[in-house]
């Protein structure tokens, strides 16, 4: 069985850092491209960052970009996402996601974990 597990979101005032983590079992972790997503209250899931199964191209959406870094640990299984500078618009429910599909597109993902709560005060 396949899970996949999201740790490390809390509250974090504005114009601090945090950093996630994402495991995953019950797959071959380096066969697997992995993603971040996240969601607010009344909005759209939209795609963070992705990094394919070498570790060795992340993508960062656009808006994010400079602000959120993506990496992967094979060896560890697990997968990082970096986040600096945060902003009360970057609160919401970060999920990570596997994949044998690239991409930012959520239906390239077919293992998602519950998700990790980010919040950010002003």
């Known amino acids: 069985q396949v899970q996949v597990m999201e740790s490390g979101g809390g509250l974090v005032q504005a114009g601090g850092s945090l950093r996630l983590s994402c495991t995953a079992s019950?797959?071959?972790?380096?066969?697997?491209?992995l993603s971040w997503f996240r969601q607010a209250p009344g909005k759209e899931r939209e795609g963070v960052a992705a990094?394919?199964?070498?570790?060795?191209?992340?993508l960062i959406a656009a808006s994010l970009k400079g602000r959120f870094t993506i990496s992967r640990d094979n060896a560890e299984n697990t997968m990082y996402l970096q986040m600096n500078n945060l902003a009360p618009e970057d609160a919401a429910m970060y999920y990570c996601?596997?994949?044998?599909?690239?991409?930012?597109?959520?239906?390239?993902?077919?293992?998602w974990g519950q998700g990790t709560q980010v919040t950010v005060s002003s």
């Open positions: 996601a596997a994949g044998l599909l690239w991409g930012l597109d959520s239906p390239s993902y077919s293992y």
């Open positions: 019950g797959l071959i972790f380096e066969n697997y491209h």
């Open positions: 990094i394919n199964k070498d570790g060795d191209i992340p």
